[in-house]
């Protein structure tokens, strides 16, 4: 892994230098060039040959591997990204020569072949000891290409002279003028203090100032003012949210798994993790670190693991039937290209199936780039059928009001311990449990019998008939009702009874033969609850005690109509016989202990069947057992422990059989019964779980994958990081900090500049290099690339902090300009690429509707927390696949919480924010769109979240009761853009208000179908027309745009 | 004139079409000016629906690609293998199976023959089997290929390739590379429209999404419940008048604000309130199929009201006939791994009736020649038996399926590809999904090496960096 440290292109200055003294045939040892005098080596004849066969193909007109190629003169000496290839007439100190006889594997060249014969590697030797020449006109003529400029160091650059060094206000303000300047033309005036507000504001926490801070700023005369607000907005919690949208995009965070079922994931406590982190103002590099290994960091916090949610927001595609390793193999390919773009500004994704094409990177590159995420479990799991998303996830510790609940609960647990003790001492006072064994004993000693018992009566308390029949059973017959309970009383007859039996039978007169009485077809009974009592003989008077009936068994019982379900005391669960229809069934029942009832006793069973349908039992028969009960009534082990001798039973058969006996006393099971309800509810305290990511033990080996195809292995590769950027300094961890650590390296060219560029764009709209996504060849030149360059050095000399970047942009004149224009401005600099004014585009999506609440007076400051579902049309979430959750719309503060909150479901983001430019989160974005559509104002004007919105600025406006209504139109104005509007303006909104007043007057049913019922003591006519305003201003462009 | 009418005439026709920066949408501007909507050459790289000329002469102006989800099996349509039918239960022979992978066959499979007849139709003889009886009325309208393979045997990854040439979220659909190729003839109406018949399938919204394209380039559903696009109707209790009224003021203030402030962004803000407030009269106005001749219904099958594949049928006629570009239906309900035969029996009952009426109809209506009809789906079925032989299905397979194309400049009857005797492999003609797509933009004239847009330093394109026409489906 570790890579020998060698002169690098960046350094391309001192080494041009160098070159110049070695080309001087000067220079050369006097005695090599005796011994090339000696026997002359031809080029063509002797060396080409060795080049084209050896060395071409990786480094010739095919492939640049280290961006060398030896086929062209030209190239050679100027080296690749490790330097000259040689120098002339010093074959030792030549880079070609050390490689191709290096002991050492990994270096020596070429890679994974046969080493150069001896014969070759004097060829070599002799070659540059005669000066290394290379006639004209072999080989192309190729001259070494200037190193593009985003892989040079930034280099601070002094600040510019300038003409009016009076509007420097921050040292960005000097390069912006220095080019004005050069293209003749003058910064614009400052904006308006109330527009500007508005814009700084949107700019730093996304939410547009109050009125009241708009009044306050007006106010203040103070020279800072403007640079209080700054801070004031800075150390803003909304700091936060606002600069975590942008970096969620490109992080792909969304709060599901894409792809075919896209089912709900949790793992929005990265979102929260990005949120604080930015209002912590948390270095850059430390945000990188956290993210990209934070897993990996000594005693690492679960902050920490939990920022490694970051590359476990790949999608995963968990559909039937998918190859789990080609799903792994996607999302590390998807890692490689998110890190690629948000840190390098670099489109990797070429360099999946073959060296880049316009940029330095290769193959190798890239999948040395693939080996540092490619440690990871799979992250889909598969029976065949059905496949789930797994891989690691973390407990985050409880919340303080889950935590005291639990503890409570655990409270609760001890004190009903407590109880149980006392309940078994009781249930072991005397001699109790002599008593029961003896009893046990005796039963078990009698073989077991049934003992049909008699009829005494029968009901049907839904109106049946019915005949006992010689053989005491019970042939219902005539009406069938819908739902009946029959009521059963029997003479017992027997003594040590150890439980019942319920026989239902056939008979010709039933529907289908029976033994159900449902229909011809289908003579199904559903049994619901059968329960047994006891009524004493000698106690005529005495009410029937009920018995406990455990252990029931069938012969047969229907999917899902268990007999068990017959007996738990829950009239949704039945025993039921669908299909086996036309034939007996029986049930048994064990009492819990054997009943000492007389022979004269008398018992009463109740068969509730409730079912419906009339699927009641058409003939039974009761029955009940002596003698030996069934195994599970006394359970095998405790069988056993029973014929062991008291006095030989160990200590351990003691306590078992000890603690069934108490289990049986009724004030124990029922403590027992509320220990387990509060184990159950103990448990469902779950702490919140999040994805992270965790090394696997095992290394997995890394591969080139020829063409990109996973099945294709190639050549194998170890973690590096690409050969055309500076290597890394420190000792390498051979893990994703070392990643991490060289992205963050100050000697990395591409990191600082593209988070700079970033933010830059976030503020005026388009990034001093365009394309922010693209700092290689391919890309947009930089428009100020000095400016660009005293960023990245000023935030890497700041300790990284976006802070102090984003408070140097929005404190510079450049920034505070009025970004109003004429025509012609806007038609010679629509991108606004001179900065001769000041930015004013269209809100991202989320402000847009961020902003909207803010207005309305509805919008809630609530940070973290689960995802939130504000109103959303019925129908745009879908069924997919086997997976079909159910939008339940937020109530209260929930329905309007910032748009950073609102659920991210893949399939199906929020249709207001799609309209609005959102993407769907499936992969890495850095620079929406920004459309203007139909349907964007078909959003703003009729979005259920919109018509609310307006409904409750309505209700705002009608509120100041303290204000004519001009002075209303213009406080609502003020709301929705801070300015003050124009008397033209007021006019028309004035005007507007009449005219629907009027109308509504006329008609004050329609106000009530527009607005709804209004609370008591308010105009619901004057709510309908200030709706009107309120869905103008909210859809005016000034309010959707930050100008 | 109005304020932002005279700063709007300020701007010169040339930079409407050139500050295509995100954002700037210029056919509003456009017909604000009152321009003709005569076609602008494909600039570099446009962001609005206006109407551009295509590279060369196109066969075919508009499309209709219908995409049965799930993968309907090409071998009890369209391919009638006897060698399959003579092994049906034989174990596969080994060389078909070297280096395959299944979604969801183990073991060694066996030979799954069809159960339905094929017979020959029209000049061309194309066959058809008995499930597809109306279909084959257009024997010779149809352009079969036979040998169409894709990269991915999943659904949700082959559905993206199928519709964007990449198997991955993130990149624009033919539908949106279509529309950003040639804009939309009716400006009142969404360029690029889907519907849904059954779930919406696997890998959801991106299959019609604009991936890095603008995004006025992706579809707009035209949903089945509810607003037929979404937020289409007022708010209740607000009727039309009162919209236009507040659209108007709207307008007014916005216009005011153009004077003051000079960003022609917002002269297109005013021109797409008024398109939205057109859009609210003219989608109903389509959606309502119920004034269509009994004759017309009766052809299709439609049942106004209900939601079927017959009404979405009827639909994407009504929308290429008032200039719509581009009309993706998705049928859901195609994937059989069971039971397939009787399955597809009812899945053909469905679409078979309409799909043939569509052809006629368009072709009545003097369209067929401008529409190019697509059907076809993400992969095919395996000539392998699935499940057992009472309940038989077939597996997801890639190497080797049937699409037709119709109309737009195809060769009616043709037949391109042949695959082996068990339908497995193509053994003649082999076309990739890149070469399908390359062929459907050709067909619009559209070069597909040329129709790129540059997106992180590369210039990407629907074909990636494969694709061939086939000629042969050329008429």
Known sequence: MHRTPLPSLLVATALSAVGWLVENPLYCRAAEAQAARETAVDFVRDIQPILADRCHACHGEDAQEGQLRLDARAIVLHGGVSGPALVQGDSERSLLLQRVTSSDDDLRMPPDDEPLTAEQVELLRRWIAAGAPWPAGAGPDIQPQETHWAYLPPQRPALPRVQDPSWVRTPIDAFILRKLDSAGLRPAPRAERARLLRRLSLDLIGIPPTVAEVDAFLADDRPDAYDRVVDRLLASPQYGVRWARPWLDAARYADSNGYQADQYRNVWPYRDWVIRAMNDDMPFDQFTLEQLAGDLLPAATISQKIATGFARLTTCNVEAGVDPEENRVNQIIDRVNTTGTVWLGTTMECAQCHNHKYDPFTQQDYYQLFAYFNNTPLEVEGNGVTYNFVGPKMDLPLAADQQAQREELIARRRQLTTVRDAAIEKRLSGDAMQRWEQAVASARATAPTWHVMEIESFTSSGGASHAILEDQSVLVGGPSPDKDTYTVVVKSGVSGITGFKLETLTDPSLPGGGPGRHSDQRPNFVLNEFTAQSVQADTQTSSPQPILLRGAQADFSQARFDVGGAIDGDPKTAWAINPEFGKSHAATFLTRQPLTAGADSRFVFTLDQRHGGGRTIGRLRLAALTGQPATDMIPAAIAKILDVPQEQRTAQQANQLRDHFTGLDPDVAAVDAQLATLKKQIDAITPITTLVMVEQQQVRESAIFRRGDFLQRGRSVQMQTPATLPALGEEPTGDRRELARWLVDQRNPLTARVAVNRWWAGIFGRGIVGTIEDFGTQGDRPTHPELLDWLATELVARHWSMKHIHRLIVSSNCYQQSSKGTPAMFAEDPYNQLYARGPRFRLPAETVRDNALAVAGLLSHTLDGPPVFPPQPAGVWRHVGRNAPKYATSQGDDRVRRGIYVIWRRSAPYPSFTNFDAPDRASCVVNRPRTNTPLQALTLMNDEAYVEMAISLAQVIAGRKDLTSEERIVDAFRRAVSRLPTDAEVRVLADVYDRERSRYEQSPAAAEKLVGKQPAGVNTTEIAAWFFVANILLNLDETITKG | ?475
């Open chain 2, 1 to 475: 004139m109005t304020p932002y009418e005279e700063a709007a005439q300020a701007l010169s026709r040339r930079e409407l079409f050139q500050n295509v920066s995100a954002g700037i949408g210029s056919i509003a501007l456009a017909s604000l000016l009152g321009a003709e909507g005569g076609a602008a050459p494909l600039a570099s790289q446009p962001t609005s629906l206006a109407v551009r000329s295509p590279h060369f002469a196109p066969r075919a102006k508009n499309v209709i690609f219908l995409h049965m989800v799930g993968a309907p099996s090409q071998l009890d349509l369209f391919e009638a293998k006897p060698a399959l039918i003579k092994n049906d239960g034989q174990l596969c022979p080994d060389e078909y199976l070297e280096g395959q992978r299944f979604a969801f066959l183990r073991g060694h499979p066996k030979l799954l023959g069809t159960e339905f007849k094929f017979t020959q139709h029209g000049q061309s003889g194309l066959e058809f089997s008995e499930l597809l009886p109306n279909l084959a009325t257009h024997a010779d309208d149809i352009c079969l290929i036979k040998t169409l393979h894709t990269d991915h045997f999943n659904h949700a990854p082959a559905q993206l390739f199928f519709q964007t040439g990449f198997g991955r979220f993130g990149r624009p659909t033919l539908g949106a590379w279509t529309t950003y190729g040639l804009g939309s003839e009716n400006q009142d109406l969404p360029g690029f429209v889907v519907m849904i018949t059954g779930q919406v399938a696997g890998a959801g919204n991106s299959l019609w999404g604009s991936g890095f394209l603008p995004t006025v380039f992706q579809g707009i559903e035209f949903r089945s419940q509810g607003d037929p696009v979404l937020f289409l109707s007022n708010p209740s209790g607000l009727e039309v008048p009162g919209r236009k009224r507040i659209v108007d003021a709207i307008n007014q203030l916005n216009g005011t604000q153009l004077a003051d402030v000079g960003d022609p962004e917002i002269a297109t803000r005013i021109s797409q309130y008024e398109m939205a407030y057109r859009m609210q009269a003219s989608v109903p106005e389509l959606m309502d199929i119920s004034q269509e001749p009994a004759r017309v219904h009766a052809m299709y099958g439609t049942q106004p009201g209900q939601v079927n594949f017959a009404n979405n049928c009827l639909l994407a006629r009504r929308l290429v006939e008032r200039g719509t570009r581009f009309v993706q239906l998705f049928d859901q309900g195609w994937d059989h791994h069971g039971s397939v035969f009787s399955s597809l029996r009812n899945k053909c009952k469905q679409v078979d009736q309409p799909t043939a009426a569509l052809l006629s109809d368009l072709k009545e209506r003097g369209l067929l020649d401008e529409t190019l009809v697509v059907w076809g789906s993400e992969f095919g079925r395996t000539p392998l038996l699935q499940s057992d032989r009472a309940k038989a299905g077939r597996d997801h397979h890639k190497d080797a399926y049937c699409v037709w194309m119709a109309g737009g400049g195809v060769k009616g009857g043709a037949t391109i590809g042949a695959t082996d005797e068990l339908g497995y492999f193509p053994v003649e003609d082999a076309v990739h999904v890149n070469d399908f797509h390359a062929t459907l933009l050709h067909l619009l004239g559209l070069d597909h090496r040329r129709l790129t847009y540059k997106f992180q330093g590369r210039q990407y394109r629907l074909t990636d960096v494969g694709g061939e026409v086939v000629q042969k489906a050329i008429g």
